[in-house]
């Protein structure tokens, strides 16, 4: 079982950045693939990145590549998301997730993920 806990979200301008940490429990956390995710109201939740165990393989939606940075600290059981040259459209609640630990595979498929923290909210003024 994994436990996530998303922090670091808040109000910004546009152009300005956020880094979003999510905390996991459990003796896992090293060899879980970590996942970003983010709803936006009224719309279905979608893929922003994601990582591998070891940090090594990276996947970014096309959205957010070149602006946003997914990274891990496994001594620290913490993922984190650096987010640059936030535009308005990246307003929504972001949430981490984890795929269970024996699926290495670095997807962008929501279904894949079994373990989801509660969401943090990110807001980009205009």
């Known amino acids: 079982q994994v436990q996530l806990v998303e922090s670091g979200g808040g109000l910004v301008q546009t152009g300005g950045s956020l880094r979003l940490s999510c905390a996991a429990s459990?003796?896992?956390?090293?060899?879980?693939?970590m996942g970003w995710f983010r709803q936006a109201p009224g719309k279905e939740r979608e893929f922003v990145a994601a990582?591998?165990?070891?940090?090594?393989?990276?996947h970014y939606a096309d959205s957010v590549k070149g602006r946003f940075t997914i990274s891990r600290d496994n001594a620290k059981n913490t993922v984190y998301l650096q987010m640059n040259s936030l535009k308005p459209e990246d307003t929504a609640v972001y949430y981490c997730?984890?795929?269970?630990?024996?699926?290495?595979?670095?997807?962008?498929?929501?279904?894949?993920?079994?373990?989801w923290g509660q969401g943090t909210q990110v807001t980009v003024s205009s």
């Open positions: 990582l591998s165990s070891s940090g090594g393989n990276t």
């Open positions: 997730a984890a795929r269970r630990t024996q699926y290495w595979l670095v997807t962008a498929s929501k279904n894949e993920y079994e373990y």
């Open positions: 459990g003796r896992t956390f090293s060899r879980n693939v």
